[in-house]
């Protein structure tokens, strides 16, 4: 019997990740933006979920939370992967239902 490693349905964008970190840490966005060198707006955007994370946002990020690069990188890559499986999930789902 072959056994798969667990696999949720859901992924959350890794903004959420920050918010909780930011939270933890008592830090505003402004700070953050503050200590990153980007602007309050980028970093909203990445709360909300509307940009991605970037390896050099993952950099920045790591030097300012204490959290690693790496963390954030699985975090994006995997959310992304997820927002594309859903995307190839909905257009088969289109094909079937014109067949």
Excluded: F
């Amino acid at each position: 019997m072959t056994t798969y490693p667990y696999s949720p349905d859901y992924a959350t964008p890794p903004g959420w990740t920050l918010e909780e970190k930011l939270e933890e840490l008592s830090m505003s966005q402004a700070e953050l933006a503050r200590r990153t060198g980007l602007s309050t707006k980028h970093i909203d955007q990445i709360v909300r979920g509307k940009v991605p994370i970037t390896t050099e946002v993952a950099w920045r990020l790591e030097r300012a939370t204490g959290v690693p690069d790496r963390l954030w990188n699985n975090l994006e890559s995997r959310y992304q992967e997820h927002q594309a499986r859903l995307v190839e999930e909905a257009n088969l789902a289109e094909q079937v239902d014109c067949r």
